[in-house]
């Protein structure tokens, strides 16, 4: 039983870049607290292309749900978008009115959420649940249909068919994964945002699931984005990464070049503060300091605080998010050098 | 290892006392600060504090600008007026009951007695439910059937029937009235709910960090369970001194208290002498006890129920 | 027991009864920990890996009696009483013997209670154990606390959790288990619920304090690469029995059980570079209800054999320089 690893040479690993599917453009949103605005998502922006695995990866409390619930306009009632763009083909997200929006939510973009096994209402079926959504949005699709569809569903996501008319509470926590991945597929989706699906499981179902998403996203041409706080699921499922940090972008670019020539100094020092269980073991990074409150970010660069590189202009003026190499985008006022060249 | 220990040490400045109740104070403005957020609490708080008003009025009005002849509560009679009961006039604001006295000065009077009432039946229905819930969620098993099984039968008890037998076979008085409705329902439904309170903080990691450490059963109830069971006991404190005033009158409403005046038995009075539904002229022998009642107990009750938001911070608007 | 053998573990089980009635003949019940054997020795820990519902933190909990052991033996080193059997200790015994043996709970949350303040939860041992005067005590809270790098104690000491980032309260947690200077603390994933950036953190602070105060851990984990990183030795469950053990390094570069290869091939790797090449086992894993008499991993294995059913369980055997497994094939 032989375990082999191979390693892939760069031009295995960049992939032919294709038409845009989601362009998102100066988001911001924030929170209102009894303490205050909580400043969530600041000016935002990158592309989703299509057939594309973005990851999206940072601590808590740095805006990835945030910026995946915007996207999908399930804000809760405190939350506010302040500005910002969101183009799903060629259509504005932001513009469309509630009813408009309905539509685009789960046809054109959808979303698998964190804990997803809780969101499985557990006094229906499962497969009754996915036939639901369906016809919610083909009301002109037969039960007959949905649920024909629904069992396509299940086989694409690894399911036994049979399973559709059992309760959630009859599944394993792999199993309701897979279910609510079914059902955020159902409608053909061209953007499928997936936060955190594999957290609460164990290693070898995390593996199966990471896998399978893949041969999905193949299979259906859809774009991905893909959140996570572990760098090592980001690393194997993604085509580009975006790292975040406090409600803003870091660092955005392919993963070949995040890991090995990474320009931030979050990216850097996040990197080394995951163990691995491959090649020799080695000192772990630590990060000083804490995530900073965003109900008053520290002003110019918002990881100032913590890092070894800061100076004076850090701490008053934002550095911009500009593209130092082709592909390769930072948002830092002294980034790290590049060994190899680009 | 004590060499490994030795590091600079900072000394507390301040004896341990004083920085527990500066902690305490910091505490109670804290949740102070959340009380006040809701209406509904800051009513209940004003009338519950006008009550206490009158209560302490009542004393030194009688001390000194009320004759103790014609506005005692309980043996005042006013032989300047022919007819009783009067209706409410210049010198009996609230005018008198059908045996001559100042309707006012009694209502004034009981406030005190249902304070009383309400407090000590709290009191006793707080400790009971809060040490039994807690000693039967922990300790699981037989106590806990054996406990549980008593506070079914509690709640399933009639209260104003026992109470009726209670009262016809002794001398009842407002304070026994206070300890057997306090025990009925501290022993009752207010035991379960407390019990499945302590349930939720039985299986806290802390109290398994408090075993691992040596600590013994009764140590773990008194300085982990308890203290985290007193937001919902001072809850329920608020609903027990409801029920107990509002138990009380309607058992001095019957006649069936041997107590001399309060809010019920001005009520009973009035019913007695034929004057309950006598007609518009007569109202101010009823309507003021019973406002009094109707305010005292909702007063109560909203207080608890502001208290339940600041308990409970899932009930909190964000 | 010898000299620098901490802990030896053996035949240690924990059957946790399923269905009611106390007058059921043959109750069901679930094999949570089943013949279980290990030590640890004085300044080295163990780290004890597994998915979830293998046992690893019953075990854990097991050895610091917060559940009674069904059978077995949990034997320590007492420096007066020499190997103490801490399965069978009860009472006063049990109490006393509680400041050798401490645990790190996951949830930096709810392991502290909301209404008592950081000095309140740190002395809490020495409290219990009723062995120090107050003015000692509010100074080995301030020295434990500066330990754990809560600077200045004075201005953490009577702060409430609520107060604090998870970091600082696992920081607490760590400062609680330390005071009453144990020899043994069993951590269950003490990290897992920190921010990446804080998690290295406490990791590299349990390490220098290990390394200072001599404390032995049994670091309880689903991930591999945190074991590798905290402990020397490496030990992995299946089902409520050790499958393999052995050095850290060793186990990694050289697994030999099929479970633990299929569980090192399915960890991925943060590194694009790597295409890792699955061992496939089918299967969920399961609760061990009245497991029958055959090797654990039986019904999931990849290379089983007709041997593997029809014997019972392999024992875990050393295969060489201190690396045991428990296979056939092997």
Known sequence: MQMVDTLLSTQDLVAPVRDPVLTVRDLTMHYRTRQGWVSAVDNVSFTLHRGESLGLVGESGCGKTSIAISLMRLLPDNARILSGEIWLGDEELLSLSAAEMLRVRWKGIAMVFQAAMNSLDPVYRVGEQIVEALQTHFPTMRVAQARARVGELFQLVGLDPVLMDRYPHEFSGGMRQRAVIAMALSCKPAVIIADEPTTALDVIVQDHILKELRVIQEQLDMGMIYISHDIAVIAEVSDRIAVMYAGRMAELTDGESLFHRPLHPYTAALMGAFPSIKGPKRELTTLPGEPPDLLCPPPGCRFHPRCPRATECCLSRRPPFEERFPGHYVACWHPLEVRNGG | ?318 | MEDSKLVRVEGLRKWFPLGRGLFERNQSAIHAVDGVNFTIEAGRSLGLVGESGCGKTTTGRLLTRLETPTAGHIYMDDPALGAVDLAALKGKQLKMFRKRVQFIFQDPYESLNPRRTVYDTVAEPLVVQGNRALVEREERVAQLLETVGLTPASSFMFRFPHELSGGQRQRVAIARALIIEPAFVAADEPTSMLDVSIRTGVMQLMLELADRLGVSYLYITHDLAVARYMCQEIAVMYLGKIVEQAEAEELLANPLHPYTRALLSAVPIPDPRYRRKTIEISGDVSRPIDPPSQCRFYERCPVREERCATNEHPPLEDKGAGHFVACYLV
């Open chain 2, 1 to 318: 290892m004590a060499d490994a220990m030795t590091i600079q040490r900072t000394p507390v400045a301040e004896p341990l006392w004083r920085i527990r109740l500066r902690l305490a104070g910091k505490s109670f403005a804290n949740s102070w600060q959340l009380f006040r957020e809701n209406p509904i609490g800051l009513i209940g708080l004003g009338i519950i504090v006008l009550f206490g008003l009158l209560s302490l009025a009542h004393p030194i009005l009688m001390a000194t600008v009320w004759d103790a002849r014609t506005y005692d509560p309980i043996i005042g009679y006013d032989a300047a007026i022919l007819s009783h009961p009067s209706p409410p006039s210049a010198r009996h604001l609230l005018g008198t009951d059908p045996i001559g006295r100042d309707v006012l000065s009694q209502l004034m009077y009981s406030a005190r007695w249902e304070f009383g009432l309400g407090l000590l039946a709290a009191t006793v229905s707080v400790v009971l439910s809060t040490t039994v819930g807690a000693v039967a969620a922990y300790f699981g098993g037989l106590v806990d059937t054996i406990f549980m099984r008593i506070a079914d039968v509690m709640t399933m008890l009639p209260f104003i029937a026992i109470l009726v037998v209670l009262s016809a076979l002794f001398d009842f008085q407002l304070i026994h009235l206070a300890l057997v409705y306090g025990i009925l329902v501290g022993f009752g439904g207010q035991t379960i709910v407390i019990k499945s309170q302590a349930l939720t903080i039985k299986v806290k990691p802390y109290i398994d960090a408090a075993r691992v450490a040596g600590g013994g059963d009764w140590h773990i109830i008194f300085t982990h369970m308890f203290p985290n069971l007193m937001p919902l006991a001072f809850l329920y404190m608020m609903i027990t001194v409801t029920g107990a005033v509002f138990i009380e009158a309607a058992l001095s409403f019957f006649g069936l208290l041997n107590i001399r005046m309060s809010w019920g038995i001005m009520i009973n009075t009035a019913q007695a002498s034929g004057y309950l539904l006598a007609g518009p002229g007569y109202l101010h022998l009823m309507i003021p006890a019973g406002l009094a009642i109707t305010l005292f107990c909702s007063a109560f009750y909203l207080v608890g129920r502001a208290l339940d938001e600041v308990v409970n911070p899932r009930l909190r608007r964000r």
